[in-house]
């Protein structure tokens, strides 16, 4: 399951520019996860939301019960990369139907065991782990704003958490730490036994209670648009862990591999253009070629 937005983004980069295509953390989290797991969506979008696109959504097979449709508008993002692509300039955000968001499940979303807490409010994410019963494994991301505006909510939420996501900004945003290690260790001590620090084309970090593993990026010819790449790669590492359905070092290592792999495919079209394409076959014969280069 992913809690997470469902947005139109406008997006321009050095290769071009792209007007209200389909985005958001839940969309990017999805076609990453659908390799390995069945996705429920957890969001809401406004009336003006394109049919096109939740029929999208539909044929991907990914369950919409709990999309929810509000009079309004839909979360807007605009923004733009220039020659940094780690640096994201935000020209405007509409957030529209998503202040009066409260997520709602069926009896059996319930009884998901794998939850991703995408990038929202920590009380929306709050909300809707408070319906699970007894997930197995529950992941979340979060972002500046809500570690300027409410550290307490999201402190609370990440005591009852397995995996934490963060930048490594926000890492040291969080943790007052500037080494990427302590603050990985800092952010353990909130209560996640397994924390995952993204640091854009220099790679991931993970810390947890028995290992700390480093793995760079796959490295892409040329980047296009990072948009969606953390989500993706939290797609394919909750997705591989998923479907494995046990946490243990060799698991985590080859999630890693995994995430990033699909992390790599998202960067080299605008959005969503490549992932929605995206087939198993040239996952594993990309994850055979990283293989290659990193030993791992």
Known sequence: ????????????????????ILGGSACHFALAARHFIKVSLVSVVGQDFPKAYRDFLKKKGFDLHSVTVLRGHTFIWKGEYKKDFNVAITRRTELGVL???????????KNIKTVFLANLDPDIQACLLGQMHNPRLVALDSMNYWITHKPKALKRL??????????????KSLTKEHNLFKAAEALRKFGPRIV??????????????????ILPAYPVKKLVDPTGAGDSFAGGFLGYLAKRKKISLDNLKKALVYGTVIASFNVEKFGTERT???????????VSEFKRIIPI
């Open 1 to 20: 399951m992913a809690l997470g937005t469902i947005a139109l983004d406008t997006i321009k980069t050095p290769s071009g520019k792209r007007t209200d």
């Open 99 to 109: 202040p009066g968001f409260k997520p709602r499940l069926s009896a059996h979303q």
């Open 158 to 171: 990440m005591k009852k958490v397995d995996i934490y996501f963060c930048n490594d900004a926000e890492a």
């Open 196 to 213: 995952i620090i993204k640091k854009g084309e220099h790679g991931v970090l993970l810390s947890c209670d028995n290992a700390k593993m």
């Open 276 to 286: 929605v394409r995206l087939n198993t076959k040239e996952i594993n014969q990309r």
